[in-house]
């Protein structure tokens, strides 16, 4: 399974941005598609999940309310909306496959892109 995560920037704290994640062919295990993200010296941190129709999400706790994830079947793409960012956001985003939407390890990821907040 081939990723590409796209739409990462620059945003003041407070600002919005939606990352994209396009999607290349399926395997048997590709069950949900996952958005994490890590920061310089910290672990990898799980955000959410969506099923591969995109009926059922999940959504970490630590950004509920903030960050939203959605499918978009036509383009084949997962997107992650991320509001009121934070200068703790800061970090690298990616997009993985795995096989449920609480998997703890991920089958396969692309690069990611990355998200910095000023302050």
């Known amino acids: 399974v081939q990723l590409q995560a796209s739409g990462g920037g620059l945003v003041q704290a407070g600002g919005s941005l939606r990352l994209s994640c396009a999607v290349f062919r399926r395997t048997s295990r590709s069950n949900a598609l996952v958005w994490f993200r890590q920061a310089p010296g910290k672990e990898r941190e799980f955000l959410a999940s969506?099923?591969?129709?995109?009926?059922?999400?999940y959504v970490a706790d630590s950004v509920k309310g903030r960050f939203a994830i959605s499918r978009d079947n036509s383009k084949n793409t997962v997107d992650l909306q991320l509001n009121s960012l934070k200068p703790e956001d800061t970090a690298v985003y990616y997009c993985a496959v795995a096989p449920g939407l609480r998997s703890p390890t991920y089958d396969s990821w692309g690069q990611g892109t990355l998200v910095t907040v000023s302050s």
């Open positions: 969506i099923t591969w129709s995109g009926a059922t999400t």
